[in-house]
């Protein structure tokens, strides 16, 4: 019986697992080499981790590695149904409350290596995170593409740390009420993406569709629907996806470096979003949240189980 000690936590909704011991042995010197022995060799123990029955499709796992680097406090890999994630806004934020929760963390900054770069976050005395996520750009705007069922679509392709079609709502309104029309919208939208083969940049596969549109709350700058890989929606408002729109607003001077964005997910939880301009055109996004400890137990992996390796996708 093979048992892996787990922290659970939510980052305003949407779910993390963070694995701090008995992770897979993983090849490789730098932490993209690792992430990719681990899409490659240990895809069993990924979708055991996250997947049915121990997990759930909104589920986003990630390992808790030691860093090569002395100056940051963990190396992360982070995954989900599907596969291997570059980077997860969410899952830094509950990463950083996950360090607090087990005594190796204070309030202040710290920074934690991802396989896309390091990300710097801070725990503000009062629990909320914020995190600076990777450089982020926006890479094509108002691309139009013929949706089977929908007709045509106009969205911009940005990067925040994992590759965003992002277009307004075309008419859905962005309740929970309406979630089986956004899930086929949306997935036919990354339908159609993948059969023009329009992809991001050096061809970075475009696996997450946002939706925005007004928000419930004017307190609010908008509201997000966001499609993960696979079929499974953020209850977030989506840390990689926010960084993404930022990036989408500065591109066109629609948001100031410094300015305070709110973004209001589709369940009506909230992050608060700035940023400051970097290299070229692209901005240094810092997302701020809150992150719950929801359990701190024991996965067990019972050999003689059919579904020892989750129920994949």
């Known amino acids: 019986m093979r048992r892996v000690r787990v922290i659970d936590s939510h980052t305003e909704g949407e779910p993390t697992r963070v694995v701090i011991s008995r992770a897979p042995e993983l090849a490789g010197t730098t932490l993209a080499e690792k992430a990719n022995d681990f899409r490659l060799n240990a895809d069993g123990f990924r979708s055991g981790v996250v997947c049915e029955p121990r997990g759930a499709d909104a589920v986003v796992g990630a390992l808790l590695l030691p860093s090569s680097n002395p100056q940051n406090a963990a190396d992360v890999i982070f995954f989900n149904n599907v596969g291997v994630l570059g980077m997860c806004g969410h899952g830094t934020i509950g990463i950083v409350r996950t360090l607090q929760h087990l005594g190796k ?67 859905h309104e962005l309740e929970l009420s309406n979630l089986d029309a956004l899930i086929r919208f949306t997935s036919g939208i990354r339908a159609t993406l993948e059969r023009e083969r329009i992809a991001g940049e050096n061809g970075g ?22 499609l993960c890989p696979g079929l499974s929606y953020d209850r977030s408002p989506c840390g990689t996806g926010l960084s993404a ?10 948001l100031d470096e410094g300015q305070t964005w709110r973004q209001e ?20 996004p810092a997302i701020t949240g809150r992150a719950y400890i929801t ?17 994949r996708q």
């Open 245 to 254: 729109k930022m990036a989408c607003l500065a591109a066109e001077g629609a």
């Open 105 to 171: 963390l204070q309030p202040g900054k710290l920074t934690l290596g991802t396989p896309v770069g390091d990300v710097g976050a801070q725990l503000h005395e009062d629990g909320r995170v914020t995190v600076w996520n990777v450089p982020s750009y926006r890479y094509r705007s108002a691309v139009p593409v013929q949706v089977e069922g929908f007709g045509e679509v106009v969205g911009d392709i940005a990067y925040g740390g994992n590759w965003f079609f992002a277009t307004k709502n075309y008419g």
């Open 205 to 226: 596969h475009i696996d997450h569709i946002e939706l925005f549109g007004p928000p419930q709350d004017p307190a609010n700058n908008s509201r997000n629907f966001v």
């Open 265 to 284: 997910s589709v369940i009506g939880s909230i992050f608060e979003g700035s940023y400051r301009r970097t290299e070229g055109e692209k901005i240094l």
């Open 295 to 311: 359990a701190d137990s024991e996965l067990l992996f019972d050999p003689e189980d059919p579904f020892v390796e989750g129920i």
